[in-house]
């Protein structure tokens, strides 16, 4: 691989730094490795759940210049729900209104007319209707990347044909195939496009034959989480979740665990404890709280809370992508009780790395086990510990992302050589 120096524009519906949940984490993580061997400029965008200070310190440790731009759709609560309202009225979807931000393209032509970018780096396919390949008189465009990080309208629909509440699956049923219309359209207008398990690359290749589509791994910081000889020692009975709490697959996901799983844990032992972490809990998970289930929200650091939980579970039911919850407590040698659904795409295997059930009876019988038997939690979290090393590290995942920008570039040299001799 060739060691010149790339520019990247980087632009994002949301800031990655400092990372706190799976998307930022994902995008920090690609990036902070990347930034070690070229030059990212930064376009993102921030709603109110942001500090803009905050994130724009955080990202000049690893950017060369770092635009932030304030998002007024990205607002929760009362003017949310009018703007999905509005939206039902509309050929766009949802997304589409939401991230509908005065002044964003102004600050992208800035960007791209004051300097050439070998490549535009789209996380998630949301603002893929802005201008993103300017670039400045008499030099080729910009290659285009978009990483999916998952396939948006497939979720929504599983929403929609799940067990959610009736407006909930209505809205969904009306929203996903928009949602479709517009994701596909980014899909199809990007130079590639970089997925997190070959079981979307499959996907994918179904809804855009042709497409270039290239796996891009959701990992973790192996050096950050990894067990730690100061840390608290599993306690024998707190059963932890972690994750963003505002999504859909963690809400569906919560709602389960705690109404058909979480009995029959407690059943067998009394003593256990549910702990959920994560920010922005909706009042769907706020009212799960009580009893033997604490929602501790938001933490600093997540690495205690993993070290003194028994085990980790993933009981989710919806989503695409992979999840990054089961590569981090994979990372600090945790034992994880995970859904297929959850575990898909993870190169783990049942009974090896992971404990894997759909059924609520099994999912229970799994979670127990871990309790009661610390032997099987250790052995699990070794090998898990040695698969995210050797798989799921942030800097192999930047290495394949850097090869992939290098690889359309080469393929759009010929025309960017033809469009050059007719200038």
Same mark, same amino acid.
């Given at each position: 691989?060739?060691?010149?120096?790339?520019?990247?524009?980087?632009?994002?519906?949301?800031?990655?730094?400092?990372?706190?949940?799976?998307?930022?984490?994902?995008?920090?993580?690609?990036?902070?490795?990347?930034?070690?061997?070229?030059?990212?400029?930064?376009?993102?965008?921030?709603?109110?759940?942001?500090?803009?200070?905050?994130?724009?310190?955080?990202?000049?440790?690893?950017?060369?210049?770092?635009?932030?731009?304030?998002?007024?759709?990205?607002?929760?609560?009362?003017?949310?729900?009018?703007?999905?309202?509005?939206?039902?009225?509309?050929?766009?979807?949802?997304?589409?209104?939401?991230?509908?931000?005065?002044?964003?393209?102004?600050?992208?032509?800035?960007?791209?007319?004051?300097?050439?970018?070998?490549?535009?780096?789209?996380?998630?396919?949301?603002?893929?209707?802005?201008?993103?390949?300017?670039?400045?008189?008499?030099?080729?465009?910009?290659?285009?990347?978009?990483?999916?990080?998952?396939?948006?309208?497939?979720?929504?629909?599983?929403?929609?044909?799940?067990?959610?509440?009736?407006?909930?699956?209505?809205?969904?049923?009306?929203?996903?195939?928009?949602?479709?219309?517009?994701?596909?359209?980014?899909?199809? /207008? $990007?130079? +590639? =496009?970089? #997925?997190?398990?070959? @079981?979307?690359?499959?996907?994918? &290749?179904?809804? !855009?034959?042709?497409?270039?589509?290239?796996?891009?791994?959701?990992?973790?910081?192996?050096?950050?989480?990894?067990?730690?000889?100061?840390?608290?020692?599993?306690?024998?009975?707190?059963?932890?979740?972690?994750?963003?709490?505002?999504?859909?697959?963690?809400?569906?996901?919560?709602?389960?665990?705690?109404?058909?799983?979480?009995?029959?844990?407690?059943?067998?032992?009394?003593?256990?404890?549910?702990?959920?972490?994560?920010?922005?809990?909706?009042?769907?998970?706020?009212?799960?709280?009580?009893?033997?289930?604490?929602?501790?929200?938001?933490?600093?650091?997540?690495?205690?809370?993993?070290? /003194? $939980?028994? +085990? =980790?579970? #993933?009981?989710?039911? @919806?989503?695409?992508?992979?999840? &990054?919850?089961? !590569?981090?407590?994979?990372?600090?040698?945790?034992?994880?009780?995970?859904?297929?659904?959850?575990?898909?795409?993870?190169?783990?295997?049942?009974?090896?790395?992971?404990?894997?059930?759909?059924?609520?009876?099994?999912?229970?019988?799994?979670?127990?086990?871990?309790?009661?038997?610390?032997?099987?939690?250790?052995?699990?979290?070794?090998?898990?510990?040695?698969?995210?090393?050797?798989?799921?590290?942030?800097?192999?995942?930047?290495?394949?992302?850097?090869?992939?920008?290098?690889?359309?570039?080469?393929?759009?040299?010929?025309?960017?050589?033809?469009?050059?001799?007719?200038?």
């Amino acid at each position: 691989m060739t060691s010149e120096r790339l520019d990247i524009l980087l632009v994002s519906s949301m800031p990655p730094s400092p990372p706190r949940f799976g998307a930022q984490a994902r995008v920090h993580g690609l990036f902070t490795e990347i930034a070690r061997r070229h030059d990212v400029t930064a376009v993102v965008l921030h709603d109110d759940e942001f500090d803009p200070d905050e994130c724009e310190r955080a990202m000049r440790e690893w950017c060369r210049e770092v635009v932030l731009l304030p998002n007024p759709g990205g607002r929760d609560g009362r003017a949310k729900r009018l703007m999905q309202l509005r939206s039902l009225a509309s050929l766009d979807s949802y997304e589409r209104h939401r991230h509908a931000v005065p002044g964003l393209q102004a600050a992208l032509d800035r960007a791209t007319s004051a300097r050439r970018f070998d490549v535009v780096n789209l996380e998630f396919p949301f603002l893929a209707h802005y201008r993103l390949r300017g670039s400045p008189p008499g030099t080729p465009e910009p290659a285009l990347v978009l990483d999916a990080h998952d396939i948006a309208y497939r979720i929504t629909r599983q929403v929609a044909e799940g067990e959610s509440g009736l407006v909930r699956r209505v809205y969904a049923a009306l929203n996903w195939r928009k949602l479709r219309r517009e994701e596909l359209a980014a899909f199809r /207008a $990007a130079d +590639a =496009v970089a #997925v997190c398990s070959e @079981l979307d690359r499959a996907r994918l &290749l179904e809804d !855009v034959p042709g497409v270039r589509a290239e796996v891009i791994p959701n990992a973790a910081d192996v050096e950050r989480y990894r067990p730690r000889p100061g840390d608290p020692r599993p306690d024998g009975r707190t059963v932890l979740f972690f994750g963003l709490l505002a999504t859909a697959p963690n809400i569906d996901g919560l709602r389960f665990f705690v109404r058909e799983i979480w009995p029959r844990v407690v059943a067998r032992r009394p003593d256990a404890r549910f702990r959920i972490v994560g920010a922005r809990p909706p009042p769907a998970v706020k009212e799960l709280a009580g009893g033997s289930v604490d929602l501790a929200g938001f933490v600093e650091d997540l690495r205690p809370e993993l070290a /003194a $939980a028994a +085990a =980790v579970v #993933v009981p989710l039911r @919806l989503g695409s992508g992979t999840r &990054l919850k089961i !590569v981090e407590a994979l990372a600090m040698g945790k034992g994880v009780v995970s859904t297929r659904l959850g575990a898909e795409g993870l190169e783990t295997e049942h009974d090896r790395h992971i404990l894997v059930a759909d059924e609520p009876e099994r999912f229970a019988d799994h979670v127990v086990r871990l309790l009661e038997d610390p032997g099987t939690a250790s052995r699990l979290g070794e090998a898990g510990r040695r698969l995210a090393v050797e798989r799921y590290a942030w800097s192999t995942a930047a290495r394949a992302l850097e090869a992939l920008y290098r690889e359309v570039i080469a393929a759009r040299a010929p025309a960017a050589a033809r469009a050059r001799r007719a200038s």
